[in-house]
């Protein structure tokens, strides 16, 4: 089939180079000409395993080309994905404007039947505004449709949670668009809900907001097992066990960041707010997301005494393995406090640093984690690369002023450390340092 996508950021890039993949001839466009040039060039605007090659595939074989007008999209086929951003105003609604902007853009080169599709994650009732916008718009007599399927990609996973995920979500107001799309999922042999649109627009933000309840609730947990002495990683595993539970998302750490979760637990308050509710249990896990990195710098100044005149070498700044990615990374806050308390801090992280600039003021980059271990007072973890999982402790030792771990996202074995004569504090393993 012919699809087009609007927007070339996480979710468009993925999902059209995805669709190509699947033998679809995909039309990409982006408001941002120089990312447009980017990719034409064959380059990517972000770290994503396996899309460099996915996009590379589908301009060889002729079945992606990126434009920078939306007339050529709205042109090119009956499908027209919007991947736009919908950033958090400072009130945590989310921002709407470029998915007006483009309706609106969409609307005004429409000739014949097109469905219209937003996957960016939006607060339920857009699609609503979406159609009155069009309404308003389209020449009189010209038919449309409006369809949400929200996307449930990982960053470091995107691709494989495309191509395998674990449904697909169609919410869709006719029979058309019902079968327009069920034609295009049909090489993905999953699980479709077919709902109405708004059910379709809640199943987003209901699932995002339940992952990021479920992590505060074990970042709890974890806070606990520190006041006791108790391992937070065997009740994780205990209650994991239960089919009902899952094990999944239940890794303790410093919190969670990135572009979605933040994001979208603040509009999902936002939205039961407008509708006069309160959504206590998630402003609690919010709350609890902000307090996890105050707690955790609580937990290496307790282990140094103070922060002052202290080296500081920390691996990974991306808000998650396998990405580039800095948006709401824990990292910034924690770092930004270990400095206003006056250590000097050294990093590394494989991927993050090429978009560092500016983030992380007055932090020395390093080139691995042993430049980064250089007389450090300690190595504090906050992002799981893989790349930090088999370390030379032997030799971060002799490199490092005291070998001493504080481990934020419960990589390292204790026993191993401590018998290698490493001070190690984990994340919910234990008693607080002192
Ligand atoms: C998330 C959702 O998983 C995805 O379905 C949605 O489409 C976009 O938002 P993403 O933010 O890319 O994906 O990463 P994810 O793997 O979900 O992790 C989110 C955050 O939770 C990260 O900061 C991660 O470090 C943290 N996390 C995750 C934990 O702290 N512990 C865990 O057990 C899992």
Known sequence: MDISIIGTGHVGLVTGACFADLGNRVMMVDDDRRKIALLKRGGMPFYEPGLEELVRRGVAQRRIRFAASIKDAVDHSLIIFICVG???????????????????????????????VEKSTVPVETGEWITRTCQLTIRRGVPFDV???????????????????????????????????????????????????????????????????????INTVARLCEQVGADVVKVAEGMGLDRRIGRAFLDAGVGYGGSCFPKDVAAFIRIAEKLGGDFQLLKAAARVNDEQRRHFVTRVRETLWNLNHKTIGVLGLAFKPDTDDLREAPSIDIVRMFQEEGA???????????????????????????????????????????????????????????????????VYDPGALRRLGFRYVGTGRGHAPH
């Open 86 to 116: 919908t950033p958090a105003r400072p009130n945590g609604e989310a921002d709407l404007s470029a998915v007006e902007r483009v309706c609106h853009a969409i609307a005004k080169s429409l000739r014949a039947y097109r469905l219209l």
């Open 147 to 217: 369809a949400s399927n929200p996307e449930f990609l990982r960053e470091g996973q995107a691709v494989q949670d495309f191509l395998h995920p674990d449904r697909i979500v169609l919410g869709v107001e006719s029979t058309r668009a019902k079968s327009l799309l069920l034609e295009l999922y049909k090489p993905i042999k999953s699980p479709v809900i077919v709902t109405d649109v708004k059910s379709a627009e809640l199943i987003k933000h209901a699932s995002n907001s339940f992952l990021a309840v479920k992590l505060s609730f």
């Open 344 to 410: 000097q801090v050294r990093a590394f992280d494989p991927k993050a640093m090429a978009h560092a600039d500016g983030v992380f003021p007055g932090v020395a980059f390093c080139k691995d984690v042993y430049e980064t271990a250089r007389g450090a007072d300690c190595l504090v973890l906050l992002t799981e690369w893989n790349e930090f999982k088999e370390l030379d402790f032997a030799r971060l030792k002799k490199l490092m002023r005291h070998p001493t771990v504080i481990d934020g996202r419960n």
